[in-house]
């Protein structure tokens, strides 16, 4: 399942070893509240998404904004933006 997968890389890539993938909502907020990542958590986390699937970011743009706002969203945008 895609959002597992997307867990399990933000555990990675965050280095949150004290979680596990069941302690992500994947409708939860990742910044602030929920996971309450910062911005240089963002960066590292949109890193790993383009090398794991060659998807492309925007830093300022108001869609990746959206696209980061919860696991469900970043597994929507890896689904539909997968390069095959």
Do not use: W
């Not at 996971?35 to 492309?56: F, M, N, T």
């Amino acid at each position: 399942m895609l959002e597992q997968e997307v867990k399990e890389l933000i555990i990675e890539v965050l280095q949150l070893e004290d979680m596990t993938p069941a302690d992500i909502d994947s409708a939860a907020p990742l910044f602030v509240e929920g996971l309450g990542l910062d911005s240089i958590d963002a960066l590292e986390l949109g890193v790993a998404l383009q090398k794991r699937y060659g998807i492309s970011l925007s830093a300022d743009s108001e869609d990746t904004r959206r696209h980061f706002s919860s696991v469900n969203a970043l597994a929507a945008l890896i689904e539909t933006n997968r390069k095959k």
